[in-house]
């Protein structure tokens, strides 16, 4: 398959120079309006390729058909999903994206900041890549290959498929999300607009990688109660609320259930900020487990630990609230056994090994999944993610043009 490799790239390096950092602290949608700077560039080039239905809302999603070109009346319609915005972990600020042709294998000093070094040692997977082309950032930003390679192989696999007819397939749905980083990249998705019945978002790492199973997630907010008195006359009668949390955090357990001490299927309990005053202290927690049961057992634990440290603290009291944020997709997939198993041909036809891995996290498709829409993840190449130190190889993402092209003529084939 002669998936264009000078222009893939082209539409990768000019992606990822425009600044689509979300915020987490927004309430608007979407979070940051320079998302839409990206959405509104990738409407006008489907148009240019001939995808006449491309449109970008004001939430910033951007949505287009591929129109059947087969004669089978009833081969499913299948969206591929990348999102537009960069994490909020690094800067995406003046991206200046490196293109190393041949790479040999050797350490390469970011040349913006020489501290930033990418090596075989730290990342062996550079290996897979010698003799090919890699792309970096110049050390001071992030690459933002987190998951705008995502964009640029559903965009060079849609120019594939306008440009070769004789690839028979169904109506294709394209679609570009905000603030998937954030949290909020399904807010505003209008399903009935998208009218797909499966999809895939290409969000994914190594080549061949295949991942239709996430962490289920909660969150859990600890309000602490003190009992307020004025410092210069509160003994035996001031109960801090902020000393309380301290000790809350301190009764924790020190080498397992932590994301610094698990992996693989085992979940955690993650602290992720403190917020408040002596009368009145708030803990945020995720809560993290592949099934619903560890997440109930997680809970369980974390309140009992809790209640018994505030239980030293006479006058002081404590609420616990759980909140619902997202559910493994493998509980929706499981359903339609024929999604993943699609995909995975699609990538063994690309000339890769399937590599079924689980995700210690959640994706567009974590949700989507559980609004009707069937998600697995695909791979881009994407290394080092959300990092200074963050790359690509080329012939991975090439290997994900491909796969899409393959997985469109798979549904046609078995419709």
């Known amino acids: 398959m002669d998936i264009n490799k000078s222009e893939l790239?082209?539409?990768?390096?000019r992606y990822v120079q425009i600044d689509t950092q979300s915020d987490p602290n927004s309430d608007a949608h979407p979070t940051t309006e320079k998302q839409?700077?990206?959405?509104?560039?990738?409407?006008?080039?489907?148009?240019?390729?001939?995808?006449?239905?491309?449109?970008?809302?004001?939430?910033g999603y951007v949505y287009g058909t591929i129109p059947s070109n087969t004669e089978k009346k009833n081969v499913p319609v299948v969206c591929f999903c990348a999102h537009v915005d960069t994490a909020p972990d690094c800067s995406g600020t003046n991206v200046k994206p490196i293109v190393h042709h041949n790479y040999n294998g050797a350490d390469i000093v970011l040349p913006d900041d020489h501290a930033q070094v990418l090596k075989t040692s730290d990342s062996p997977y550079l290996k897979n890549h010698i003799?090919?082309?890699?792309?970096?950032?110049?050390g001071s930003t992030l690459l933002g290959a987190d998951d705008k390679s995502g964009i640029a192989v559903i965009?060079?696999?849609?120019?594939?498929?306008?440009s070769n007819p004789s690839v028979k397939h169904g109506d294709i749905k394209i679609?570009?999300?905000?603030?998937?980083?954030?949290?909020?990249?399904?807010?505003?998705?209008?399903m009935q607009k998208l009218g797909a019945q499966y999809g895939y978002?290409?969000?994914?790492?190594?080549?061949?990688?295949?991942?239709?199973?996430?962490?289920?997630?909660?969150?859990?907010?600890?309000i602490i109660h003190g009992v307020i008195a004025h410092p210069g006359y509160a003994k035996d009668t001031l109960v801090n609320a902020i000393k309380i949390a301290g000790d809350i955090l301190d009764s924790l357990p020190k080498s397992e259930w932590s994301p610094e001490t698990t992996e693989g299927k085992q979940g955690f309990v993650h602290p992720v900020s403190v917020n408040?005053?002596?009368?009145?202290?708030?803990?945020?927690?995720?809560?993290?487990?592949?099934?619903r049961q560890g997440l109930r057992e997680h809970h369980q634990k974390l309140k009992s630990i809790i209640t018994d440290v505030v239980s030293k603290y006479p006058g002081a009291s404590m609420e616990y609230v759980e909140q619902e944020q997202y559910r493994n997709m493998k509980e929706m997939l499981d359903k339609h056994p024929s999604v993943a198993q699609f995909a995975a041909e699609a990538i063994q036809r690309s000339g890769l090994t399937v590599k079924k891995e689980s995700i210690r996290g959640g994706t567009d498709g974590s949700r989507l999944s559980y609004m009707g829409l069937p998600c697995p993840n695909i791979f881009t190449g994407m290394q080092n993610i959300h990092s200074k130190l963050e790359w690509i190889g080329v012939n991975d993402m090439l290997k994900a043009s491909e796969?899409?092209?393959?997985?469109?003529?798979?549904?046609e084939e078995k419709s």
Not at 276 to 288: A, D, H, L, N, Y
């Open 9 to 13: 790239v082209d539409r990768f390096v």
């Open 36 to 59: 839409k700077d990206l959405g509104k560039l990738l409407q006008q080039e489907l148009l240019q390729m001939g995808i006449a239905d491309s449109s970008i809302d004001s939430f």
């Open 131 to 138: 003799g090919g082309d890699i792309i970096t950032a110049s």
């Open 155 to 162: 965009m060079q696999a849609a120019q594939y498929l306008i």
């Open 175 to 190: 679609l570009f999300t905000p603030d998937e980083e954030v949290g909020k990249g399904t807010a505003k998705i209008d």
């Open 201 to 222: 978002t290409l969000d994914g790492g190594e080549a061949g990688s295949l991942e239709d199973e996430t962490f289920s997630a909660d969150g859990a907010t600890v």
């Open 276 to 291: 408040g005053i002596s009368e009145k202290t708030t803990i945020q927690f995720i809560v993290r487990d592949f099934t």
């Open 403 to 411: 796969s899409i092209v393959h997985l469109c003529q798979i549904w």
